[in-house]
Each structure stands twice: as structure tokens, then as C-alpha cells.
């Protein structure tokens, strides 16, 4: 009778050839992508014990094919495991490193599949693969109004929401948010100030993770470096989405975002495209690359706020948004951080804009967690994030703009309160201007637009279109973020080793304190988010950050920090164990005009010779006591008045101390315990005799 069952090496052999054969399960999977639409994209992270199991881990700079097979391999055996094999498998999509991919199945749901594959034991984390979109405001109220004008001069009297004329306004179209605060304009950010610091360095690039820009923009000439379309990988919706005829490239050229009913009906972009998608292409790029370093001085359109530096165009989102893993494989490679399938990125950005989000929190699980991951990996660059807050009209900051590590910008009116439109709460560091039109009555053009380049094809672009914005299109806290990503770029521009905390801290303490008055009449204080729209209010520091951007004196507080060192001291120099050593900072040098507020001493490593300081560690200087020779090592950490941190780390070497040993003693041959005691005694017994001996003799008495 035969055996029901395979031997145990036919077992492994038939299952080693299931997961490793590849090419026919990538063929096989290509061909269900035709047949069946992907309808579930998630992120799955195994964990690593179970990377290591399942294939090998990939290296650094693991070719695309490569990558594709290791996490395709991945992706049959889990589908396996998971029951899914039978409705086509998963297909394996994109890596964002050697544990962490994008899987795609047919005939089930995002959150259907994440809760099935979270079951699975080598599974650590699956998270939904959620679309997010640019921040850009396009009204639909016909009230919000913003009629294009060929003129540039606006005069006449507007009516309000309930159709009263409100006052005469003349006023010439024009960057009114870089400029000076003056009138009744206080928002605007004093760039002109600025500028007589510095424009830039070429040194210093910034990327634009948004929809791809328009290259040919006369007004954007010569200052693009490099760049890369994350869009559209693997997968027919993808490459849908990407609206360029192919998936990931080195073209970060924006084709136009452009959704129509025909898209919708199609069903090619996905069940997460809508009909409240449907909408001309926004360039949104181009606009936002624009107000960062649109060539200035050149006879024409606009000026950037800082036209000196570069700019990495990065295309992480097409029709209908972009995803969550584009996005996320977008930051790193932007950062100089090494992506499974894409190419070294040799112009690695200082600074990252993100004028983009969605809903959700930046928690410990799920799609948050994956956010703080990157953005960790990010900052560790020494790469500054700027994020818009979002246009959600009062409501919570969203994903990733509420993620510890970034710098959440909110947007004001030219008047410094909030803009209706903008998102509020605890996470904005700063607010800068966003654009707003007063005016709300249609057919009447925008007062105060955020002017910047742009295309005016309505779909596919005008080649070397020469167009700017001046309509309500061109306001939001996408327009928001690039300002700040500006500023921060001149700040990177004076010290390039400034830190994302560092940038933080001094873009808060130059901050202008916000408004109280000169907004609308009536309107209120902010208050914290709730699911209740707050419209236009007077910000505070608990809503909207630390206060109004000041571009002029960010940048001049970044300058003041050249020179700056920190040094310790160490007394005596040649230590030795069991003497009191003193510590002291007092050598340290602040930037310009900087003043100490405190010091803090950390016994980094006591090398098993010191447990901890012998004095108060909060001083500019401390003491300590080695019991024996060895190497210690402390940190001093001083804070100034901005509320910068400088800190050094020094290694002290104690040397044993000094053994005091009695005088020598010469000693007999005798040897043994007591000798030389007894040959001393023995010696002086000697010499006695010898005098005894040789002393003149008594004679005899003679009768």
C-alpha cells in the first residue's frame, strides 16, 4: 500500500520550490492584476526574527528586481499561511526596507485584510495603505468667489456674505506676505530682512514631496536638483494614478492631476477615489516650489523666499492623493536614506516640505507608528520637516502633520488671525501665512491670494507656461508649510548644522506674539480642536504655535549661533584616583548676544571607577572622585536664552595613584625571616671580642 503522505524531504523540497519560485509567481501575479483589480493595499512589518526565517534580509542597495523577489516570496508564503492563495495570493508592491512592504490582494477590503494578516505569528504590525492629498483650498461655495482679473490693480467695493458693500479696497496684486508687517497687514514675515543675511545657499536643498513639478516654468529656471517619481509602483491603479504611463522613475515632471467622470466610472484609480475627487489639475508642486525659491531678480513673476538654494522635486502623489508607503519611501530617499529598489539619492535635502495629510494620529501602531518611524530615520539626517497642518477648518491636525519630530505649520489671514480654513491644536509649532480673499461675494477677484508659479493647462500642461496664481485657488496651509520650509532653508543657509530641535527652538523664540485685535468683528479666541468647526478666531499658543513667523529674525538667530562652542575643562589635568577632579564649562562660548540659562552634567560612562558627581550638576562646573585608575565619561549640556541646547562629551583618564614604599634594608646571605636583624647583632658581638682581644694584656705583679 502506498504512503498517503509525502516524505519529509519531498515535503521540503516541494515547499522550498513554492516560495522561491518567483518568476512564475510574479507572472502569475501580474496576470491576476488583469484580470482582477487590486480592491486592498496595506503595509505589513514582519518582525525581525521571522524576516530572517523567511528570506534573506536584503542589502542597502538591493537592485529593484531583487528586492521584488524577497518580498514577493514574502508575500506568497504569508498569503498562504493566511488562506489567501486561493483568490489570488498577495502581490508584492513596494519595500520600504528589509522587513516592511506593500501587499495588494483582490476580492477583499484594506481593513479586512490588515485584520487577517495582523493574526499571523510573524506578523508585527499591518497597517491600511490610506491615500493622502495636497492642502491646497478650492473652494466650492460660490460665496468664496475669486474671479481671475488681467488687471492688477483691484479697486472697487465688496460685498459680504449677506451682499453690505464693505469698504473701498485698492490694492496691487502682490507678494503682500513677504514683505514687512505694515497697516493692517501684521502676518507677513519681514523676508526683505532676511535676505540682507543671505538668499541662500546652493549648498542646501530642500525637497518638495507633492505632485511633481512643472520644470519649464520660466520663473523656476536652473533651480531644480535631481529628483524622482515614487508613483506608481507596480500596480495598474498605480500607474493609473502616476497619469505619466509608467510607474517610478527619475522624472518628477508633474503630467497633471486632473480627475474625471471617466476615471470615476472606470474604476482604474481605485475604490478610494471618488466622485469628490473629480477637478482639474492643480499643479500644486509648481505653486509650492514657487513660494520656497521661484529665480528672483530676473525681470520676472515672483521671488522665492529663499531663490538661493535647490530645489528636489519629489512626486509622491497623482490623481487622487498619493499613498501613505509612496509618501513614506519619498521622505527617506529624500533624506540621503537608503530605499530596497531605488537608486542612491545623491542630493540628499536638508529641509522636507510636506504640504499634504489625511486623517489619523501618530501613535505607537498602525499607520502613526509607521510615520514616526520615518520620521525618526529622518531627522537622524539632520533633516528638518516642515508639514502643513492641514485645511480642515478648525479641526484636529491630521497625519503626518501631528507626528513628534516635524514642524506643523498653520495659516493666517493677512490680519494674523486664523484662517477659517486652517487646522489647529497642540501640534502646530508656528503659524505663517496662508492666503485669504475677504471678499466673499462671487465674480469679485481675491485681495490676498498667495502668489505663485503655476501652469495654466486645465488638464495636461502648457509647455513653458509663464503662469502664476491670483485667485482663491491659491490659499491654504499648503502655502503655509513652503514659507516656513523658506525660511528654514535660510536659516540652514547661515549654519548648516542645525538640527530639526534646533530649528524648532528658534523658530519659537523669534516668533511674533499673535493678534488680539483688527480681525473681524466678533470673532473668538480659538479653542481646542473638537469635532465642532471653528471658523476664523484669534490665535494662541496652545492652538496655532508659538506665535507668527518672523523670517528676518529666525534667520539672524540662526547666524548668531556661528561660533558657538562648548568646552570642558578638567582640574587637574593628570588625574589620579582618590583626588577631587573639578569639571567646568566656564570656557564655553554662545553664539552672539546669547546669554546661559542652564547647565546639566551627565555621567555618560563611569567606567567602573565613578558612580555619580560629588557636587551639584546643574552648575558650570561639578566635581567627582575616581576610586581607582580607569576612563570616565561626561556630558555637559548648556542651554541659552533662545532655547538652543549645545552640548560636548570629554573622556577623563585617571591614573592610579602613586604606592609610597619604606627604604630599601641590606640584608644577609643567611636569608630567612629575622636575618638581618640577627646579623647585626652578630656583628657588633664580633667587634666587641676583637677589642677584648687585642686590649693590653695585665702583667703579673713583681715582689
Known sequence: MKSQYLSLPLLLLSATLALTSVPVAQAQTANSAAAAPDTARVIVRFKPEAASVRAKIMAARMSRSSAMDVAQTRATGLGMRTGLHASGGLRARLSLDERTHVFTASGIDSASLAKRLSQDSEIEMVAVDQRRRHFAVTPNDSLYGG??????????????????????YSRTLDQWYLKAPAGEVVSSINAPAAWDLGTGSSSVVVAVLDTGVRMDHPDLAGQFIGGYDMVGFSTSAGVATANDGNG???DASDPGDWVSQADIDGGTLGSGCTSADLTNSSWHGTRVSGLIAAASNNGQGIAGVAWGVKILPIRVLGKCGGYDSDIMAGMKWAAGISVPGLPTNPNPAKVLNLSLGGTGSC????????????????????????????????????????????????????????????SLGPEVAIAAPGGNCINLATGYPCLYPMLSTSNSGTRGPVLADAAYTNNSASVGTSFS????????????????????????SLLKSTARPFVS?????????????????????????????AGMLDAAAAVA???????????????????VAGELITLSAAGSALGAGRSVVSYAWTLVDGGGVVSGFSSASNGVSTTMTASAAGTVSVKVEVTDDLGIKYSATSSVNVAAAPVTTPP????????????????????ALLGLATWVLRRPQPQPLRA
Open 517 to 545: 485685535t483688527g480681525a473681524t468683528a466678533g470673532i473668538a479666541q480659538c479653542k481646542a480642536p473638537t469635532s465642532t468647526v471653528q471658523d476664523e478666531c484669534y490665535c494662541t499658543t496652545s492652538t496655532c504655535g
Open 557 to 575: 538667530a540662526a547666524k548668531s549661533l556661528n561660533g558657538a562652542s562648548v568646552a570642558i575643562a578638567v582640574t587637574p589635568s593628570s588625574a
Open 481 to 504: 508649510a513652503p514659507i516656513v520650509a523658506g525660511t528654514v532653508a535660510l536659516m540652514a543657509s547661515q549654519r548648516p548644522s542645525l538640527t530639526s530641535t534646533e530649528v524648532l
Open 363 to 422: 501613535g505607537t501602531t498602525g499607520t502613526g507608528a509607521l510615520y514616526r518611524d520615518t520620521i525618526t530615520q529622518v531627522n537622524a539626517t539632520k533633516a528638518i520637516v516642515v508639514v502643513a497642518a492641514g485645511n480642515s477648518e478648525g479641526l484636529a491636525v491630521g497625519l503626518p502633520g501631528n507626528c513628534p519630530g516635524v514642524i506643523s505649520v498653520a495659516a493666517l489671514r493677512h490680519v494674523g488671525s486664523k484662517v477659517g480654513f486652517s
Open 664 to 683: 630599601a634594608t641590606q640584608s644577609s646571605s643567611s636569608g630567612g625571616g629575622g636575618g638581618g636583624a640577627f646579623s647585626a647583632l652578630w656583628v
Open 147 to 168: 474671479a481671475t482679473s488681467a488687471a492688477p490693480v483691484f479697486i472697487g467695493q465688496f460685498p459680504d456674505s449677506q451682499g453690505k458693500l464693505q469698504a473701498t
Open 248 to 250: 517610478a522613475d527619475a
